[in-house]
């Protein structure tokens, strides 16, 4: 197909000659994206790449000539996402050009710390704290493989906790370590944001409960976060109307809390009321604490168990309808039970749909009859495992 | 049934209506007269619909996607978190002429997958340049008056580090 094409270039008149809406179509597909989820395509920012090789060309492209620099600032949509790679492209001035050229439109705001120990500049500090009115989303994260650690001195620390208030909407921390000024100031902009509904914590966060207001986390619907943080905030009184609740380490917790009585446990004498719809379980869990705590998210609609080698007594104990009495779908994931025991329970919920991945002791004449009966899917443990999460 | 389609030179291009229909221009103008009864008004393959706008070489490309998309709906809406089929990023490929050319195409002959496909392949091939880079690659003269640069000078300090990273 190449010969077909014409050779003969364009002239920067033919170029500018396309309509301003067409350029900035395309200006909206140039903001950074992450390293992590770069494609490494021949001139693309590669995984391995320096960070020093990034280049912001959203801002590159606004940097060129009158016409690009007057299409880019006349199109706020374009400065709503901006990635702060450290080491790299930290320059205050630059978030700052972010927040001003987004007009009133909220900025979502990803920090991506990509080497072992790194320090968020108190210039970059101060502008985000300036702009915190318009900060919908925050997220910080590092390499999965090696988690890097975000470090913050005392005066940008300081400068984050005289916050007043934020628009975060959602707040995320993903495979970073945090120095204790940085933990205390995040916790304090999360303890100020009362608009927050999503929260994504991977790394056990303790909260300070000096720094806990009643009204905080209030509309918080969706949320991944380890046992242990969530354990803190029910026990502190706070119930965030979660919808939505993915949940790591509830093995290790559950564990950890077997010496105490079962009344002292806070996820059984402050359960979640009638909000929580999906659960997911990421965890090996014995079935019998399972039951502890699904007793008490009676409106799970979804609920997901991966690697909680679920057996045969989860089932039969979900075959009665007051366990789970709104449960539409069951997926599980490395599950340890039988064929006789999943069909027990799909007879005895007729609405329930299963997915089984990777279950030992299921054969594939279950995946036949869920295949016929159009109750699910089921896959062999043989086939390459991979999650989806 | 099939259409004749004329390109700028005048080449003919016999399509058949699920791939003609990808192209806004060619079904409007094909069905638009008697769309209500359902008869196309080019049913005869001598009678043809002349693209004036349009190269042999960009139209025959253009084909190919309405080939491939003839059957199924192509996206027609994204930004910068939206994932293209493997097939459209290698159809589009990274020449900037010939994204420019389809780009350019699309646009006159209404096929709006076709332009947000064009407008991501641009967006790919600027990601990742500064503006020296992105200048030299589209042939544009940087015509910022002395104050501007001052300006953007005192705006964005990191704005030198783009043209000149050493």
Redesign the interface.
Known sequence: ??H?????????GH?LR??AE?WQ???????L?LPAFSTG?????PLTARP??????L???S????H??ALTYACPILWT?LHILLPGLP?A??V??YFLLSGSLGVAVHICVLDAQQELSEGVVSTLAAHCDKLTHLRVLGPSWAPPRLEMNGRAAFILQQVRSTALRSFSLQDVAICVRCRHSLLHLLLVSMELEQLHLDIPLLLPPILVSANALGKLTRAVVSAHLLAELLMLGLQPPLEELELHGLGIYVRYRLPLAPEDDPFLHVPFGGSLRTLRVVDTLPDEYLFRFLAHTPCIEDLTLLACQSGSTLLEHLSSPSLLPSLRHLRIEWGTFSDEDAFGLLRARGGLKMTARGCWGTTKILGEWLAREGRGTWEDISRPMTWTS | MSITLISKEGAQFLVSKPVADRIGVVRDCAYGADFWLGYAVATDDSMGITLANVTSSILSKILVWCEHYKDMEPLVDGDSNMEFPEWDMAYIGHDMNQILFVLEAADYLHIPGLLLLACKGIADVLDGRNPRGICDLLGIVMDFSHRQEVDMDKENGYWRWFLHPT
């Not at chain 1, 077909?4 to 920067?12: C, D, I, K, S, W």
């Not at chain 1, 395509?41 to 920012?45: C, F, L, S, V, Y």
């Not at chain 1, 940097?63 to 009158?66: E, G, Q």
């Open positions: 197909m190449q077909l094409v014409p050779n003969r270039p364009m002239t920067n170029l396309l309509p067409i179509h395309i200006f909206t597909f140039l903001p994206s395509a021949d001139h693309r920012t020093r090789d990034v280049i912001d060309t801002l590159s492209v940097c060129t000539c009158r690009f620099r996402s320059s001035s630059r700052e050009r």
